[in-house]
């Protein structure tokens, strides 16, 4: 049975819907977690649902704070063995229309500050010669989408860079997987208008759409001594509407 007893997980995008489901997860398998994400309020809220929880108000976007808040994470949890990072923006524009600003942001927040946060984690992690990093990618990463040339760039980075991370530091016992979710409830997909919605359940083989505890059960496996032997991977989970 995968239990996460004694170790001390990092996870970003707290707040969100996936992030919350990963967080209850690695809770419930008695993993000792801090969540960070930008909402005081939610992170309040999140900590009261979740009393055994820390919390920590960081915004990934601010690049020359990251290897500070690893030390404090590390120094508050008393040691890093697994990093999840889940936090990701989106800014949706036709190419043409697209502003650099747009491009840039997206392209600084998922891909850029995930590798730092992945760099100053493994620091941490090289140590006790013992790391699991799983890194929240996107079924558009693979497939790319209409609107989302930047999204799907940053998130198709990712899985390249945990490729190149993974070759790097598999001798240490550290590992680099991707989760792959599809179209998965979250505040991210509320918005999407509910005729897009039902265009999308339609090209979904099981035919709806897929929920948090989905991806928090595959991020719970891969940050397990169950997926010791996996690096360089990336697990799809979209219900089969991408299947590489």
């Not at 996936?18 to 809770?27: A, D, E, P, V, W």
């Not at 309040?44 to 990251?66: A, E, R």
């Not at 530091?169 to 997987?177: G, L």
Request: positive net charge.
């Amino acid at each position: 049975m995968i239990n996460f007893r004694n170790k001390k997980i990092l996870v970003t995008g707290a707040t969100g819907g996936i992030g919350g489901s990963i967080i209850k997860k690695f809770i419930s398998l008695e993993g000792d977690v801090l969540g960070t994400g930008t909402n005081v309020n939610k992170l309040d809220l999140l900590k009261k649902q979740n009393t055994n929880i820390k919390i920590k108000k960081f915004d990934i976007s601010d690049h020359s704070k990251i290897e500070e808040f690893i030390e404090n994470v590390s120094l508050e949890l008393g040691g890093l063995d697994i990093l999840i990072n889940n936090a990701g923006v989106n800014s949706d524009n036709l190419s043409l229309r697209m502003k650099d600003e747009e491009w840039k942001k997206v392209l600084d927040i998922n891909l850029t500050s995930t590798f730092l946060l992945s760099k100053y984690a493994i620091k941490k992690m090289l140590k006790n010669k013992y790391g699991r990093i799983v890194n929240i990618t996107s079924i558009v990463g693979h497939s790319g989408n209409l609107g989302q040339a930047n999204y799907s760039a940053s998130k198709a980075g990712i899985v390249g860079m945990s490729k190149s991370l993974a070759i790097e530091y598999a001798k240490k016992n550290i590992t680099i997987n991707c989760v792959s979710p599809g179209f998965i409830t979250s505040d991210m997909t509320s918005n999407i208008a509910e005729k897009v919605k039902l265009y999308l359940t339609s090209r979904i083989p099981m035919g709806k759409l897929g929920t948090g505890d989905d991806v928090s059960n595959c991020v719970a496996f891969l940050s397990s001594e169950s997926a010791s032997y996996i690096t360089g991977e990336t697990m799809h989970v979209n219900g089969g509407m991408y299947m590489s």
